[in-house]
């Protein structure tokens, strides 16, 4: 087997760094975040805890890490963020009726539960 070229390794990082930004520029990552329309009422230290463990996906106060600005880690990341705020949103726990946020919450402790949320 021939050995690569270190010049033939920088060019293909050259070429994906290159391409990775193009690609950025042509289909944008929306990193918005909506205006806070009615928050979830819960103790202090539970709202801690969903702060660190859920806001980030389940709200509209996403802080934004900085891989979530490279292509195309952004979009699997805004992809996470937008299904997470479709299936729940604590940032418009208000426009939830009282079954819709009974349910939400049984829902909340199963994933938990399970193991399934939070995400690492």
């Known amino acids: 087997m021939k050995k690569i070229k270190s010049q033939t390794i920088w060019r293909i990082i050259i070429f994906a760094v290159v391409l990775f930004g193009l690609l950025s520029l042509i ?3 929306d990193r918005t975040n909506p205006p806070v329309t009615g928050e979830i009422k819960a103790p ?3 709202m801690a805890i969903l702060r660190r463990a859920c806001f980030d996906c389940h709200s509209n106060e996403t802080a934004w890490p900085w891989y979530s600005y490279v292509t195309p880690t952004s979009w699997l990341i805004a992809k996470d963020v ?4 479709e299936e729940l949103n604590f940032s418009e726990w208000s426009d939830y009726n009282i079954k ?7 829902k909340c402790g199963k994933e938990v539960e399970k193991g399934e949320m939070p995400l690492w």
């Open 27 to 29: 289909f944008p990552v």
């Open 44 to 46: 202090e230290k539970v």
């Open 82 to 85: 937008r299904e997470g705020r």
């Open 100 to 106: 819709q946020q009974n349910h939400k919450r049984k």
